[in-house]
């Protein structure tokens, strides 16, 4: 299986979808197979997957996309990983990224774009796009990205697969190398309801070295239809507008189906939701800006040397950091200064707690929310580069969820023919906090 993994890797190496490979992949296999010899049984054994370059993993660099990390080496596994080889997986590689997963397209890393397996000539969403992309093209079945206001979601809904943001806290942070800390979170994609499953049981539950970390056992099962009979659907009113066309058609077509099963169908809403992407922006780069602040080349980030230590600190970074990275540092660091911290700061918080009010009020009536993933299938490459806030626009359907902590699935529901490609669309699902499991098992009962 992992020779087949990297097999295919090579052969779609024009997509770009790895930084690099594990070099100790082989021993983990055989390994694997030694456990298996003595008659362990292993919930995962001997599958190959990809997990995200923000994600730790001992002896393979952890680039997160980005220069200033280009010879940073992993001492140790993030938690994800010690759970994934402990259940027998083998980590095949490490999937390209937006630099520190800012973005939405996968073209802000350092080491070039991920293509679009459906249409190279877009890109496979981001900040996740090497993971949804290493899904979709069949180099492993199952991959681990990031969300941190949409970036595993966003990415499944341009590349066909499934990609699931777990409720904030159920699955540890430690070893993920952090953007924006409060909406951070890791996460699952697949191509099937019961391979989602099967991962995300490994994956999630209780750890001790995260802080914010649940108490809550993972108990997923992909579903049956007989699930989806009488399941309370509300449709969230706010992201009727501004679909395309084909978005708009799968959307009525995968409503269509809920009905058919059995489900009852509403409207609800959530009208904070207007002002999600601002509060996000706004919480989410102050953040990355205090986060970012360790790599200045003394213990973290590849050193450019000076004749004094403050002008290597700062060509370490300004050599080592790409412009959208440094337009979050700057921004971040302006929203935090005392000023101007009550009008952007403060203010956004405030919204956020809004935000997260309103959906426990739309989940009064009903045990899902739908919305589409994105407005729009997949985009040119190069399309929205050159402008950022056409870029920031494109998470208009992810970033409250994240704001207000919660669980959400991208189920690849259709296509939408785009200058003669079939280009693929997905629909997001979102549960009550905690809730994840009922995302799964819907995904199931829609297969
Ligand atoms: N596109 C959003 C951003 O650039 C989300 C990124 C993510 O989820 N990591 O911040």
Redesign the pocket.
């Known amino acids: 299986l992992l020779n087949a993994a990297r097999a295919r890797a090579e052969a779609a190496r024009d997509l770009n979808v790895l930084i690099s490979l594990n070099d100790r992949a082989d021993e983990q296999a055989a390994r694997v197979q030694d456990r298996l010899d003595s008659g362990e049984t292993l919930p995962l054994a001997g599958v190959p997957i990809i997990v995200k370059d923000n994600i730790n993993v001992t002896g393979t660099r952890t680039t997160c996309g980005s220069r200033i990390l280009a010879n940073y080496v992993s001492p140790y596994d993030a938690t994800v990983v010690e759970r994934l080889t402990g259940a027998g997986a083998v980590i095949v590689g490490k999937a390209n990224m937006?630099e520190f997963?800012?973005?939405?397209s996968t073209e802000t890393s350092a080491y070039g774009p991920t293509l679009n397996p459906w249409d190279p000539g877009r890109v496979p969403g981001?900040?996740?796009g090497g993971s949804a992309a290493a899904v979709a093209a069949n180099l492993t079945p199952v991959a681990l990205g990031?969300?941190?206001?949409?970036?595993?979601r966003?990415p499944a809904a341009f590349t066909g697969v499934y990609g699931l943001k777990p409720t904030y806290g159920r699955v540890s942070r430690y070893g993920l190398v952090a953007?924006?800390s409060s909406?951070?979170q890791i996460g699952p994609f697949a191509r099937s309801a019961s391979d989602l499953a099967l991962l995300t049981n490994v994956i999630a539950g209780h750890d001790p070295r995260d802080a914010t970390s649940l108490e809550v056992p993972p108990a997923f099962r992909a579903g049956t239809p007989d699930d989806l009979r009488g399941l309370k659907v509300g449709v969230i009113r706010e992201s009727l507008s501004g679909n395309t066309p084909g978005v708009e058609a799968v959307l009525n077509a995968t409503l269509d189906a809920l009905r058919g099963a059995g489900a009852i169908v509403t409207e609800a809403s959530v009208p904070s939701v207007e002002h999600a992407i601002a509060a996000?922006?706004l919480i989410?780069m102050p953040e990355a800006s205090s986060n970012l602040a360790r790599y200045d080349g003394m213990v973290y980030g590849e050193r450019v040397p000076a004749p004094d230590v403050a002008h290597s600190m700062t060509r370490t970074r300004e050599e080592g950091f790409g412009p959208e990275v440094k337009r979050r540092i700057l921004l971040g660091t302006y929203a935090l200064s005392s000023g101007y911290y009550d009008a952007y700061y403060a203010k956004a918080m405030r919204v956020r707690r809004l935000i997260a009010q309103d959906f426990a009020r739309a989940f009064e009536g009903v045990d899902l929310l739908v919305t589409p993933t994105s407005p729009f299938p997949a985009f040119r490459r190069g399309e929205k580069t050159s402008d950022p806030l056409a870029?920031?626009a494109?998470?208009v359907d992810?970033?409250a969820i994240?704001l207000a902590g919660l669980p959400a699935l991208s189920v690849p529901a259709g296509f939408e023919t785009v200058e003669g490609v079939r280009l693929p669309v997905g629909i997001q699902f979102i549960a009550p906090a905690l809730q994840d499991e009922r995302l799964v098992t819907l995904a199931g009962g829609l297969e």
Request: no cysteine; proline share 0%; aromatic share 10%.
């Open positions: 937006d997963a800012m973005g939405s981001g900040t996740s990031s969300d941190t206001g949409g970036s595993i966003q953007h924006a909406l951070d996000y922006y989410s870029m920031y494109a998470d992810t970033v994240n």
